[in-house]
């Protein structure tokens, strides 16, 4: 089973936080495949995939709406077949054992297939963002309204994405320290971001 770590990271804090939400939905669903559960505790994990699945599509699509991902479509399309499926599958379990393997595929394809592969395109968009946006239009005329503080410390490859009001609490003074290595954040990157 695969386990969260950082390089799943989008650097938005509330996608992150579902995401690994949902790794662990995903552990729950594979340790469900191995052992002796009852259908309602089946019942209660798939329950809880459809709830959090539907939330955090939804913020997900606001997030790329946000940063002016040029793939939202798809991605929305994305969204909404994997919904499909989960309602297809819950509604189409007979027993025990295949309600399980239905579980464990909706896990699986949820974790390899979206998040490590499709997710990752958002980040690739972001990062490509943060390496060639400046002030100024955009592509197309689109003036950017909005900015974006990105923070850097001691641990490799890794961003912080620090919201507007911790950004001048920084700038006046203050000391925030990243949790993994316990170094003060370091601004890096101003961007402007489509509104």
């Known amino acids: 089973m695969i386990e969260w770590n950082?390089?799943?990271?989008?650097?938005?804090a509330l996608i992150d936080?579902?995401?690994k939400k949902l790794f662990e939905l995903a552990k729950q669903a594979?340790?469900?495949?191995?052992?002796?559960v009852t259908p309602d505790e089946i019942r209660e994990v798939l329950a809880e995939f459809c709830s959090y699945i539907?939330?955090?599509?939804?913020?997900?699509?606001?997030y790329m709406e946000k940063i002016g991902y040029p793939d939202i479509a798809n991605h929305k399309k994305i969204?909404?077949?994997?919904?499909?499926?989960?309602?297809?599958?819950?509604?189409?379990?007979?027993?025990?054992?295949?309600?399980?393997?239905?579980?464990?595929?909706v896990a699986k394809k949820w974790l390899l297939e979206h998040i490590l592969k499709e997710?990752?395109?958002?980040?690739k968009f972001r990062?490509?963002?943060?390496?060639?946006?400046?002030?100024?239009?955009i592509e197309g005329g689109?003036?950017?309204?909005?900015?974006?503080?990105?923070?850097?410390?001691?641990?490799?490859?890794?961003?912080?994405?620090?919201?507007?009001?911790?950004?001048?609490?920084i700038e006046k003074g203050e000391k925030f320290r990243c949790k993994t290595c316990k170094q003060d954040i370091r601004c890096v990157k101003v961007c402007k971001i489509l509104n």
């Open 142 to 169: 689109i003036e950017p309204v909005e900015e974006m503080y990105y923070y850097g410390c001691s641990c490799s490859g890794k961003l912080h994405d620090v919201p507007p009001d911790i950004h001048r609490r």
């Open 119 to 123: 997710d990752m395109k958002i980040e």
């Open 30 to 36: 594979y340790f469900m495949l191995n052992h002796q």
């Open 17 to 19: 936080a579902q995401h």
């Open 127 to 137: 990062r490509s963002m943060i390496a060639g946006l400046n002030a100024g239009p």
């Open 54 to 62: 539907k939330e955090h599509f939804d913020d997900e699509e606001k």
């Open 79 to 105: 969204h909404n077949e994997l919904t499909n499926s989960l309602v297809t599958l819950i509604k189409n379990v007979k027993n025990v054992n295949e309600m399980k393997e239905k579980l464990h595929i």
């Open 6 to 12: 950082d390089s799943y990271s989008v650097h938005n």
